[in-house]
């Protein structure tokens, strides 16, 4: 694989995304470290489906600008044991340093975005990679329900009663 090559031009930013794919393998129940991996269904989720295989890490860098040019950085098979953060934030630490001492970014630079999906604790994430030039962004599932604040001043409703912890619900739509 060719080493990691910033386009001339660019101010040596570029994003980084970090994905969790499973390498099937129905044939294989009994083979070492596999765990059942789940399958979404084509028609709805009574079709989904726990497949013998393994779960693999990848790192791939994207490009920045209309393009859809990326370059596979690192891939870490995971185990049954595996804290799949823990195991993420290690791997996404170790191709940071690696890009830093390569020379890719300097003090200076803009800040690495780092990408994850809807899989991941992007909060936990950010606290687990703190220390490092990179700005997390995580995509946020579909049914997340998240609440607005409370308004203020708040007043009390004729029936009395505490004021509420929380506000409306804010709801995400796919």
């Known amino acids: 694989m060719k080493p990691f090559r910033w386009r001339s031009g660019t101010a040596l930013w570029a994003g980084r995304r970090f994905d969790i794919s499973h390498w099937l393998r129905p ?4 083979g070492p470290d596999r765990v059942f991996c789940h399958v979404y269904g084509r028609s709805g989720r009574s079709s989904d489906q726990f497949i013998p295989g393994w779960p693999y890490s990848f790192v791939a860098a994207l490009e920045s600008g209309r393009t859809s040019w990326c370059q596979l950085l690192d891939a870490v098979r ?3 044991d595996d804290d799949v953060a823990e195991v993420t934030a290690a791997q996404v630490r170790r191709v940071i340093v690696d890009l830093i001492e390569m020379g890719r970014w300097h003090v200076g630079d803009r800040d690495i975005l780092v990408v994850f999906d809807a899989g991941c604790d992007a ?7 703190a220390g490092l030039p990179v700005e997390v962004l995580g995509r946020m599932r579909a049914d997340r329900v998240m609440r607005k604040p409370v308004p203020v001043p708040w007043i009390s409703p004729p029936q009395g009663g ?3 912890k929380h506000g409306k619900e804010f709801r995400f739509h796919a």
């Open 27 to 30: 044939d294989a129940p009994t």
């Open 78 to 80: 995971l185990g049954p």
């Open 123 to 129: 909060p936990r994430m950010a606290h687990l990679l």
């Open 162 to 164: 505490r004021p509420p």
